[in-house]
């Protein structure tokens, strides 16, 4: 593994619709989630350097698989990108298929270590993202927030949402601090990085 370098060597293992189809359960893995559109596919192509390792897209909603990648070539170290939430045009079944597709994730992984969780930073804190960091407090997870976008909003503007989401996680009793991130220009990518190898390699 290439110390030095900020970003990861990631490579696309496998996408599944059903549980059985995962990758086995064993080593550590840290799941990507947060609602359609706000930029997790681009997070994880960011995090290596990529522009096409994971599909970006402006039309969420899609019935959307769980994607499983490795990390720096090590079969212990996973990425898992979950689908999306929150898409306002998404049907009851689509919702449904969303609840139970993360609900078997989440109940059977047990080499699950935490959840990266991305708002944008201009909409952060929606009702779909408080319903979704309750759930990870009942799992016991740690959640790492992503205030992503942050190129959109001034340097001033973003350590205002920063600090006020760091209010809002201590509420919540959730301790990661939260970061300020884009995907675009690759702010907070080596803080991430750094952070995910912590999860994956210490637990
Ligand atoms: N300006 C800006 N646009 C972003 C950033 N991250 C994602 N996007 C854009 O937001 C849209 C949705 O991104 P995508 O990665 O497909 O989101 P996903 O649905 O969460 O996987 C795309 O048009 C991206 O180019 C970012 O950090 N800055
Ligand atoms: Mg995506």
């Given at each position: ?10 490579e ?20 990507i ?41 090590d ?6 990108d ?24 989440m109940?059977?992984?047990e ?7 991305i ?40 350590l ?13 009793k ?10 675009k ?12 190898l912590?999860?994956?390699?210490s637990?």
């Open positions: 593994m290439n110390r030095k370098s900020s970003y990861l060597n990631i696309f293992l496998s996408a599944c619709t059903e549980a059985k189809l995962y990758p086995e359960d064993f080593g550590n893995e840290v799941a989630c947060g609602r359609s559109n706000s930029g997790k596919s681009s997070i994880i192509n960011a995090l290596a350097n990529s522009k096409k390792l994971a599909k970006t897209s402006n039309t969420p909603g899609r019935t959307q698989s769980i994607n499983f990648f490795s990390i720096n070539s079969v212990d170290y996973k990425l898992v979950l689908p999306g939430y929150g898409y306002a045009k998404a049907s009851k079944k689509m919702q449904k298929d969303w609840g139970r597709q993360i609900t078997n994730y109940n059977s992984r080499s699950l270590r935490g959840i990266i969780l708002m944008d930073i201009r909409h952060p804190f929606q009702k779909a993202d408080q319903d979704f960091l309750a759930w990870c407090r009942q799992y016991h997870l740690p959640v790492q927030l992503l205030l992503n976008k942050a190129d959109k909003l001034s340097r001033n503007q973003g205002n949402v920063l600090s006020a989401s760091k209010k809002e996680l201590i509420n919540l959730l301790l990661n601090e939260p970061l300020l991130f884009s995907a220009t690759h702010d907070g990518v080596e803080q991430l990085t750094k952070n995910i912590s999860w994956v390699e637990a």
